[in-house]
Nanobody, 125 residues
């Protein structure tokens, strides 16, 4: 059974940094992609970034490009979302999710089969 355990959220001032972690277990993920989504209060959940285990390629939504970076510790099967230059509008619950690789980058929730529990990120102005 696939499990995704997130950690690393918290409160930070605008301009600061946080690193989120998502530890994946339960199977091998060579044919999978991990996505990061976020949901701000009163808004729908939105795609943030994605990572392919096979090859290590990444994809970011324009709102976070240049500020957020995905990396991996393949020994721990953990994927990190490094968030720099944080803005108040980045405040949200952040979720990691796993889906199977398809053509292109999966940016919608229905493309993912497994989800983490979410971690709160709050950026104060």
């Amino acid at each position: 059974q696939v499990q995704l355990v997130e950690s690393g959220g918290g409160l930070v001032q605008a301009g600061g940094s946080l690193r989120l972690s998502c530890a994946a277990s339960g199977r091998t993920f060579s044919r999978h992609v991990m996505g990061w989504f976020r949901q701000a209060p009163g808004k729908e959940r939105e795609f943030v970034a994605a990572f392919r285990w096979s090859g290590g390629s990444t994809y970011y939504t324009n709102a976070v490009k240049g500020r957020f970076t995905i990396s991996e510790n393949n020994v721990k099967n953990t994927v990190y979302l490094e968030m720099n230059s944080l803005k108040p509008e980045d405040t949200a619950i952040y979720y990691c999710a796993v889906g199977t690789i398809v053509a292109g980058w999966p940016t919608t929730e229905d493309r993912y089969n497994y989800w983490g529990q979410g971690t709160q990120v709050t950026v104060s102005s």
